[in-house]
């Protein structure tokens, strides 16, 4: 089992910015991909951007390229992801998650994941 504990969250203005982290804990030697997701409400569950093992593999939903930036620290346990020029429609919270599985397409990145975190909130004012 893998626990995951995001934090960082808070209220911010529209075009600022906010860094997320993800304390991981237990079994993570197996832990291969991870993700960042976000659920607004009444809408469902979005996939943000996820990290291969080594940091060195990154995929984006469209809608956050060129202004998130997923990041891990394998030494720490710990992912991250810095959020740039925030717009009130990602008011969200925001959760991360952890594969036991290795994946190599975006499809794989995007929707296979084994545990999850209770989310942090994310709030962008107007």
């Known amino acids: 089992q893998v626990h995951l504990v995001e934090s960082g969250g808070g209220l911010v203005q529209a075009g600022g910015s906010l860094r997320l982290s993800c304390a991981a804990s237990?079994?993570?030697?197996?832990?291969?991909?991870m993700g960042w997701f976000r659920q607004a409400p009444g809408k469902e569950r979005e996939f943000v951007a996820a990290?291969?093992?080594?940091?060195?593999?990154?995929w984006y939903a469209d809608s956050v390229k060129g202004r998130f930036t997923i990041s891990r620290d394998n030494a720490k346990n710990t992912g991250y992801l810095q959020m740039n020029s925030l717009k009130p429609e990602e008011t969200a919270v925001y959760y991360c998650?952890?594969?036991?599985?290795?994946?190599?397409?975006?499809?794989?990145?995007?929707?296979?994941?084994?545990?999850w975190g209770q989310g942090t909130q994310v709030t962008v004012s107007s």
């Open positions: 998650a952890t594969s036991d599985t290795y994946c190599s397409t975006y499809e794989c990145y995007r929707q296979r994941y084994d545990y």
């Open positions: 990290v291969g093992r080594n940091g060195g593999t990154t």
């Open positions: 237990g079994r993570t030697s197996r832990t291969y991909g």
